[in-house]
C-alpha cells in the first residue's frame, strides 16, 4: 500500500489543540508534584480533552456521538500526549477499550431495525459523550497477535441473573493500564464459549487496587472480581477477535506515543546544550555532543515513518498490518528510551535530579516499553511475519 506519511492539516490542527492544551492546564514541571500523589491521574485534564476537545470519541462513528476519526488522527494526538507525558486515560479509554467495543459492534450490527443498540454500541456512546471511561482488564505487557490467557472465569449463577442477563465473573487480572480512572471495564473471560464483558467498576465484586508504578504518570492496577456482575458484548470468535484488534491498535498508538516522548526529549536536549556553557563555550558546539544528537535525530526520523506507516495501515485496514504494528513497536519503542536516556545524560547533574523532568520521560519510556509487547518480542513476531529464519 502506498502511504502519505505527512500529516494532514487536520491531523496537525488536531495535534496543536492537543499541544496548547497541555501547555496551558498540564505543564510538565507541574507533574512532579503530581506523581508524589496517589491518584496520579487528572480527571480535570481528561475531562477537557474527553468532552470539550472530544478526544474520548475520536474513533468513534458519528452515528453514535464520535468524530468518525481515523487511527491516523488517533497517533496524532498520542504523539501530543506523549511528548507531554499526559497522566490521562487516553490510550487505554479512546483507543484499546473503544477498539475492541468497536469490533463488538461490528459483530453485532445484524441487529433487527427496532431493535435496542446492541450493548457495545451502548457503551461507545456513553464513551463518546465522555460520561464514561473504559479500560480493557489485560495485562499491560499482552501483545498481538497472541491473546492473553483471561484470568477471569465464569462462575455460578445467582438468582435473577438470566432475566437481567448478568454473568458472574470471577478471577484476577494483574497490571492494568489506565484501569483506576475507569467507570466500565471490559472482561475477557473463559466460559463455554469464552466471551467479554462489560462491568462497571464500581459494581459489588470489583476491586481495583493501584500498583506502585515505574511510570506513575500511567499507574498500573490489580483488578478482582468476586462474582461481579458483568453483560456479555461479544462471545466466541468475535470476542477474540475483538480483544486482538484492541492489542494491535493499542501497539500502534503507543508506538506514536513514543514517537512524541522522543521528539520532546531531543528538542529539550538540544534546547539546554545550546544555552549549557563549558569552558565559555555552548556544550553543543562540542563534536562528540554534535554527534550523538545527530544519531538520535536519525533514529526517530525513521521511527517516525515506522509509525506513521502503521497508523496509515490501521486506518485502511490494510493486510500489512500486522507488519507495520510489529515493525513500529519495535523501533519507537527502543529510540524513546535512547532519546530518554540521552536526555537524562546530556542534561548533566541537572538531568538527574527530582527537580528536573526528564526522570518522567525515563520512567514513561521504560513502561512503555514493555506495554502491548517489547521490542524483543515484536522483532520475534516481525521475523515470522516476513519469513526471515534466524540466525544458526
Given at each position: 500500500m502506498t502511504v502519505d506519511l505527512l500529516y494532514t492539516d487536520d491531523e496537525r490542527t488536531l495535534a496543536d489543540a492537543v499541544r496548547s492544551l497541555l501547555a496551558d492546564r498540564a505543564p510538565v514541571t507541574g507533574l512532579i508534584k503530581r506523581v508524589e500523589q496517589p491518584d496520579t491521574y487528572d480527571a480535570g485534564l481528561w475531562r477537557t480533552a474527553a468532552a470539550e476537545i472530544g478526544l474520548a470519541g475520536l474513533l468513534i462513528p458519528e452515528a453514535l456521538g464520535g468524530a468518525g476519526a481515523s487511527y491516523r488522527e488517533a497517533a496524532a494526538v498520542a504523539e501530543e500526549f506523549g511528548a507531554g507525558v499526559a497522566p490521562v486515560p487516553y490510550l487505554g479509554s479512546a483507543v484499546v477499550a473503544t477498539t475492541a467495543l468497536l469490533a463488538a459492534a461490528r459483530a453485532s450490527a445484524g441487529r433487527a431495525e427496532g431493535t435496542a443498540p446492541s450493548p457495545a454500541a451502548a457503551l461507545l456512546k456513553r464513551l463518546a459523550s465522555g460520561d464514561a471511561t473504559a479500560a480493557l482488564a489485560v495485562e499491560f505487557s499482552a501483545f498481538p497477535p497472541a491473546l492473553p490467557a483471561a484470568g477471569v472465569r465464569v462462575s455460578g449463577a445467582r438468582p435473577g441473573d438470566d432475566e437481567d442477563g448478568v454473568t458472574r465473573l470471577r478471577g484476577t487480572v494483574r497490571s492494568v493500564a489506565d484501569a483506576l480512572p475507569a467507570g466500565v471495564l471490559l472482561v475477557p473471560a473463559d466460559g463455554v464459549p469464552g466471551a467479554l464483558y462489560a462491568v462497571e467498576a464500581d459494581a459489588p465484586g470489583v476491586h481495583v487496587a493501584p500498583v506502585v508504578s515505574l511510570d506513575m504518570t500511567r499507574q498500573l492496577a490489580d483488578i478482582t472480581f468476586d462474582d461481579a456482575p458483568g453483560r456479555r458484548v461479544a462471545a466466541g470468535e468475535a470476542a477474540d477477535a475483538a480483544v486482538a484488534d484492541a492489542l494491535t491498535a493499542g501497539a500502534v498508538v503507543l508506538a506514536a506515543e513514543q514517537l512524541g516522548l522522543a521528539q520532546r526529549c531531543l528538542?529539550?536536549?538540544?534546547?539546554?546544550?545550546?544555552?549549557?556553557?563549558?569552558?565559555?563555550?555552548?556544550?553543543?558546539?562540542?563534536?562528540?555532543?554534535?554527534?550523538?544528537?545527530?544519531?538520535?535525530?536519525?533514529?526517530?526520523?525513521?521511527?517516525?515513518?515506522?509509525?506513521?506507516?502503521?497508523?496509515?495501515?490501521?486506518?485502511?485496514?490494510?493486510?500489512?498490518?500486522?507488519?507495520?504494528?510489529?515493525?513500529?513497536?519495535?523501533?519507537?519503542?527502543?529510540?524513546?528510551?535512547?532519546?530518554?536516556?540521552?536526555?537524562?545524560?546530556?542534561?548533566?547533574?541537572?538531568?538527574?535530579?527530582?527537580?528536573?523532568?526528564?526522570?518522567?520521560?525515563?520512567?514513561?519510556?521504560?513502561?512503555?516499553?514493555?506495554?502491548?509487547?517489547?521490542?524483543?518480542?515484536?522483532?520475534?513476531?516481525?521475523?515470522?511475519?516476513?519469513?526471515?529464519?534466524?540466525?544458526?
Open positions: 528538542d529539550m536536549t538540544v534546547a539546554y546544550v545550546k544555552e549549557r556553557k563549558q569552558f565559555a563555550r555552548p556544550v553543543g558546539s562540542f563534536q562528540a555532543i554534535k554527534h550523538r544528537l545527530a544519531d538520535l535525530w536519525t533514529a526517530i526520523a525513521q521511527a517516525r515513518a515506522a509509525s506513521r506507516y502503521a497508523a496509515a495501515c490501521l486506518a485502511a485496514g490494510d493486510p500489512d498490518t500486522a507488519v507495520a504494528a510489529a515493525l513500529a513497536k519495535s523501533a519507537c519503542g527502543d529510540v524513546a528510551v535512547l532519546a530518554a536516556e540521552e536526555a537524562v545524560q546530556l542534561h548533566g547533574g541537572i538531568g538527574f535530579t527530582w527537580e528536573h523532568p526528564a526522570h518522567l520521560y525515563l520512567k514513561r519510556a521504560k513502561a512503555a516499553a514493555v506495554g502491548f509487547g517489547t521490542a524483543g518480542a515484536h522483532r520475534e513476531t516481525l521475523a515470522a511475519l516476513v519469513n526471515l529464519p534466524a540466525p544458526a
